[in-house]
């Protein structure tokens, strides 16, 4: 309840700061290497957001691709964990019920997921 009203709350700033630069338009005068660029305040309001919004984007898919690698030997390290994990969760069930074959077995496969793990590690 509370991040709703605290949502409501931002969308009124933001439409308050809206209709306050929309009802006192102004001129802005850019004069750089020579070049002159008259625009109102709400464009150049605009443009100072989009332009924000393309870095952040930028920035975003960036870091998504320097990171890729690392998320990846992430994943494959907790998908063989949990490989692990269930491997030994089976073989203590077989354990209880009595199948030795199946307890071989899975024990075996966990001992494989171990090794594997273990020589990756370091």
């Given at each position: 309840?509370?991040?709703?009203?605290?949502?409501?709350?931002?969308?009124?700033?933001?439409?308050?700061?809206?209709?306050?630069?929309?009802?006192?338009?102004?001129?802005?005068?850019?004069?750089?290497?020579?070049?002159?660029?008259?625009?109102?305040v709400?464009?150049?309001?605009?443009?100072?957001?989009?332009?924000?919004v393309?870095?952040?984007m930028?920035?975003?898919?960036?870091?998504?691709?320097?990171?890729?690698?690392?998320?990846?030997?992430?994943?494959?390290?907790?998908?063989?964990?949990?490989?692990?994990?269930?491997?030994?969760?089976?073989?203590?069930?077989?354990?209880?019920?009595?199948?030795?074959?199946?307890?071989?077995?899975?024990?075996?496969?966990?001992?494989?997921?171990?090794?594997?793990?273990?020589?990756?590690?370091?």
């Amino acid at each position: 309840m509370i991040r709703v009203l605290v949502y409501l709350v931002i969308v009124a700033v933001l439409a308050f700061g809206a209709v306050w630069f929309a009802e006192r338009p102004g001129d802005v005068a850019i004069t750089w290497q020579g070049r002159r660029i008259d625009t109102s305040v709400m464009v150049l309001a605009a443009a100072v957001a989009a332009v924000a919004v393309a870095t952040v984007m930028l920035w975003s898919i960036l870091r998504a691709i320097l990171r890729a690698p690392d998320l990846f030997s992430r994943y494959l390290r907790i998908r063989r964990g949990e490989r692990g994990y269930r491997a030994v969760s089976q073989g203590l069930i077989a354990v209880g019920s009595g199948d030795a074959r199946a307890a071989k077995k899975f024990t075996a496969e966990a001992v494989r997921i171990a090794r594997a793990s273990r020589s990756r590690c370091c």
